[in-house]
């Protein structure tokens, strides 16, 4: 690999698939792509549950990164990476008390005003969901909104805004930037607009403002 420059992420998880027309499909699937994209180059990325299933040797061979919320899971998982480079290579890592101390200076919480009501997302939070259907924990009622549009986990010290719909979330920047999000994850930071479905405008009676209020 080295000789032609190529480096690799891999993610890994344990447990049940469903094989369909040569595809597989399953929550350890979707983990699995979780972790290969939390992994860097040359890094091998997977979920405590995966590595309390190796032998006692290969369980030492790996190191925990933390807890992170995974979309698609109610609770946090513990992230770990599995060692494979000489010790002289690998970055340090912090204590879980020490990240968690340092993400929460980096960003204390999230508010969300939509339609005059206010909504504060913390860092603890669980998974805050935006869409049409009644059980988010924000709704907006709107054809072109996605029963399950979207959802904001706290995440590395950062508010991520995770789009899983048909037509997409657009977000304009307090700076003036513009940006467009499907199936793909955006970082919210400083202030801004989300709209659900379709472009930012004035007029909208839709348009959710967010602010990341710093510690």
């Known amino acids: ?63 925990s990164l933390g807890r992170s919320w995974v979309r698609g899971k109610q609770d946090e998982m513990e992230i770990v990476e599995v060692l494979w480079q000489e010790p002289s290579s ?4 912090v204590s879980t008390e020490q990240q968690e101390e340092l993400r929460s200076l980096l960003v204390a ?6 339609r005059g009501a206010t909504f504060e997302v913390m860092p603890s939070s669980r998974m805050f969901t935006l869409g049409r259907g009644e059980k988010n924990n924000l709704v907006v009622d709107n054809d072109r909104v996605s029963r399950s549009h979207a959802d ?13 719909s048909t037509n997409g979330t657009y977000l304009l ?8 999000v499907q199936r793909e994850e955006f970082t919210l930071h400083d202030r801004g607009i989300i709209c659900l479905g379709q472009a930012v405008a004035n007029n909208s009676p839709d348009l959710i403002r967010y602010e990341c209020i710093q510690a």
Do not use: C, W
Request: charge should be negative; proline fraction near 2%.
């Open 90 to 93: 690998l970055t340090q890592v």
């Open 152 to 164: 904001i986990q706290f995440r590395q010290g950062k508010f991520i805004l995770a789009d899983g």
């Open 173 to 180: 920047l307090d700076n003036g930037a513009r940006f467009f």
């Open 1 to 63: 690999m080295l000789e032609f420059n190529i480096a690799v992420r891999i993610g890994l998880q344990h447990g049940p698939v469903l094989v369909e027309q040569d595809d597989l499909f399953g929550d350890a699937v979707n983990v699995a792509a979780r972790m290969v994209s939390l992994a860097k180059a040359d890094q091998i990325i997977t979920t405590r549950e995966t590595v309390s299933q190796l032998p006692d040797d290969l369980e030492q061979m790996t190191r």
């Open 109 to 114: 919480r999230l508010i969300l005003i939509y």
